[in-house]
Structure formats: structure tokens, C-alpha cells
T-cell receptor, first 115, second 111 residues
């Protein structure tokens, strides 16, 4: 297992364009999380899935953001009509939740720059 | 809801000196505590975690942290730092799989 993979590593897009990021979690992990991290800040929670069900969405996740995990494996995060304020590192993490909390394994992130 | 405060945004230290990165948390329930390290343009790597049991937790790269319930603190320590420890360090608190992070402490190790 190679850990949590995110693709692409970097994305530069023009304002108003749509972008989609992909996350492949550790295969036996049942939970998948998306976080956003801006410069000089800690990661902020966006949403998480347990298997294919999206169980919680942060108020940070505006209507322009949508996340899916169709088969309970990989996940995608789409941002429509990007704005400059969307520029950030988007981090994906996964965890195995079995009777406790064992911490998350993070991917290397996708850095989005909106110009 | 739980929250985390990292008391120092930047900590400069000379190589081979000891270091302590401070973290205080706020929660009305029992939580789990974590420290993560982030190198430039990388994701977060777990250093150590406190789930229960001994309040002194040892992690990777020679780091350790002590959980202090009465002071609601979870400070990270290393007795002798290396240049390679230069990175951003994040304290995190988790309850019911909802993990919240502090703003981070930038540790800079100088030769």
C-alpha cells in the first residue's frame, strides 16, 4: 500500500473555471476526509465520508463545492466557478474507524492557484 | 466543540538544543490528541498520538508529548533537535472522529 494519493499535485486555473481533484485513500480505510489549508493556517475540515456516504459537510463548503465517493473507494472534490479565495492546499486523509480513533493518514495535497 | 490553541507561531532554536512546542486544547468531553509535522509542499505526517493510558507519549524522530488533563495541555518536546526537524508542527484534537487543528508552529533549527 502506498498511502493516500492525491492528483494532481498542483493546479493553476483561471477564475471562473471548474476544477476536480482526486483522492485515493488507503484501501482498507473506511473513512475519507477533505481539508483545506491556506497559507499560515492549520487544515480546516470540509467534509468526510464513511464508505460511500457523505456524513458531514462544513459550512466552509459552499454550493460551488461538491464531493463524491461513488464506490466507497476513491473520492473527488469539484469546485465550480473558481474564485481567487479558493486558492489553497486541498488535503485528503483517510482512517480506519473500528471502535476508536487512530488518527488520520494524509496525502501530499493538491495545491490550487486561481489566477 | 473542541478547539486547539498553539501558543507560539514561530520557534527558532539552535541545533542540538532542546525544544518545546506548546499546545492547549478546549473540550467539554474526553478527546484524543495528536501532533503532526508538515514539510514544505507535503501533506501532514503523524508524529504521535494520545488515546488513553500513560500520559507521556513517545513518537517518531525522537519527539515526545505529555498529556496534562488539569492544564488541558499537550506540549511536544525533543531533547536535541536537528536541522532536519525544521518544519511546521500542528497539534490536533479529535472527538468522535471530528479532528480540529491548531494554526501551527513553525520550528526553525539553526546551525
Amino acid at each position: 500500500d502506498t498511502g493516500v494519493s492525491q492528483d494532481p499535485r498542483h493546479k493553476i486555473t483561471k477564475r471562473g473555471q471548474n476544477v476536480t481533484f482526486r483522492c485515493d485513500p488507503i484501501s482498507e480505510h473506511n473513512r475519507l476526509y477533505w481539508y483545506r489549508q491556506t497559507l499560515g493556517q492549520g487544515p480546516e475540515f470540509l467534509t468526510y465520508f464513511q464508505n460511500e456516504a457523505q456524513l458531514e459537510k462544513s459550512r466552509l463548503l459552499s454550493d460551488r463545492f461538491s464531493a463524491e465517493r461513488p464506490k466507497g473507494s476513491f473520492s473527488t472534490l469539484e469546485i465550480q466557478r473558481t474564485e481567487q479565495g479558493d486558492s489553497a492546499m486541498y488535503l485528503c486523509a483517510s482512517s480506519l474507524v473500528v471502535g476508536g480513533n487512530y488518527g488520520y493518514t494524509f496525502g501530499s495535497g493538491t495545491r490550487l492557484t486561481v489566477v | 466543540a473542541q478547539s486547539v490553541t498553539q501558543l507560539d507561531s514561530q520557534v527558532p532554536v539552535f541545533e542540538e538544543a532542546p525544544v518545546e512546542l506548546r499546545c492547549n486544547y478546549s473540550s467539554s468531553v474526553s478527546v484524543y490528541l495528536f501532533w503532526y509535522v508538515q514539510y514544505p509542499n507535503q501533506g501532514l505526517q503523524l508524529l504521535l498520538k494520545y488515546l488513553s493510558g500513560s500520559t507521556l507519549v513517545k513518537g517518531i524522530n525522537g519527539f515526545e508529548a505529555e498529556f496534562n488533563k488539569s492544564q488541558t495541555s499537550f506540549h511536544l518536546r525533543k531533547p536535541s533537535v536537528h536541522i532536519s526537524d525544521t518544519a511546521e508542527y500542528f497539534c490536533a484534537v479529535s472527538y468522535n472522529n471530528d479532528m480540529r487543528f491548531g494554526a501551527g508552529t513553525r520550528l526553525t533549527v539553526k546551525p
